[in-house]
């Protein structure tokens, strides 16, 4: 059974930093690219990052370009998301996803996915 299990959100201050990780289990953690997904309230669906298989590929949105950085270990089939520089437009509930693709690339932008996490929430306000 394909499991994702995301951690890491709160509360915190405006230019604040926190750090998502995502659990995955049930599947070839090394073989599939991975996204950060994040909803904010009464808004769609909105892509964040991604992070190809192998680790050394990576894609954000521009609004989050050079203050998050995504990252994943493969011995531990776990990706992480550190987010430096909070803004209280980045406050959403935020979700690791599988890509459905099995050849591990990078789509830069919202990619086909087959398993989403529970979602972590994450708020930035004073």
């Known amino acids: 059974e394909v499991q994702l299990v995301e951690s890491g959100g709160g509360l915190v201050q405006p230019g604040g930093s926190l750090r998502l990780s995502c659990a995955a289990s049930g599947f070839t953690f090394s073989s599939y690219a991975m996204s950060w997904v994040r909803q904010a309230p009464g808004k769609g669906l909105e892509w964040v990052s991604a992070?190809?298989?192998?680790?050394?590929?990576?894609s954000y949105r521009h609004s989050v370009e050079g203050r998050f950085t995504i990252s994943r270990d493969n011995a531990k089939n776990t990706i992480y998301l550190k987010m430096n520089s909070l803004k209280p437009e980045d406050t959403a509930v935020y979700y690791c996803?599988?890509?459905?693709?099995?050849?591990?690339?990078?789509?830069?932008?919202?990619?086909?996915?087959?398993?989403w996490g529970q979602g972590t929430q994450v708020t930035v306000s004073s």
């Open positions: 992070i190809n298989s192998g680790g050394g590929t990576t």
């Open positions: 996803a599988k890509s459905e693709r099995g050849d591990g690339s990078v789509v830069a932008g919202m990619d086909e996915y087959d398993y």
